[in-house]
């Protein structure tokens, strides 16, 4: 497998940052010249080192005000029901994230909504319709402090 060299890290650096940028414009802020840095940035997407090329919005900007963490804890762990709850949440547009996670509870999800009314009806309809919840917490966002999607590479 191949690995990423310092150039690399910065190709990357200057994507998480803007990722509109064309392959001049980043090529001029890592200091190379065009075919390289498009040949180095080809490299990089054949590893699969880039998940996605994304556009990131303000929630509240769209009307999504309300976020909740939701600490969701199953009655059963086979395997089929793991992939049951999975398959199901995967498929709400809610969910904006769904880990598994180890400790006192099952999984962790954060929801995005408009209001609380929207997050009764998610919770009540949605997320309780789910078989073999056992119990669900959720916390609820007061003042974001800080979210971000870029990794440090160097």
């Known amino acids: 497998m191949e690995t990423l060299d310092k150039t690399d890290r910065r190709i990357l650096e200057v994507l998480q940052q803007n990722a509109r940028l064309n392959t001049k414009e980043i090529a001029h802020r890592i200091g190379l010249s065009v075919t390289p840095t498009y040949e180095r940035l080809k490299k990089i997407e054949k590893m699969g080192v880039i998940k996605d090329y994304v556009t990131l919005l303000h929630a509240d900007k769209i009307g999504k005000t309300l ?42 999800l954060k929801v995005v909504v408009d209001d609380m009314r929207s997050y009764q009806h998610f919770l009540t309809n949605k997320l309780a319709a789910i078989e073999n919840i056992a119990q669900v917490h959720s916390s609820f966002v007061m003042t974001e402090i800080k979210h971000g999607t870029a990794f440090k590479l160097a």
């Not at 992939?83 to 904006?96: D, G, P, R, T, Y």
């Open 67 to 108: 976020v909740a963490f939701c600490n969701v804890s199953l009655q059963l762990h086979s395997q089929l029901l793991l992939k049951k709850f999975e398959a199901a949440i995967s498929q709400m547009e809610e969910v904006m994230e769904c880990y598994h996670v180890a400790g006192t509870f099952d999984y962790l």
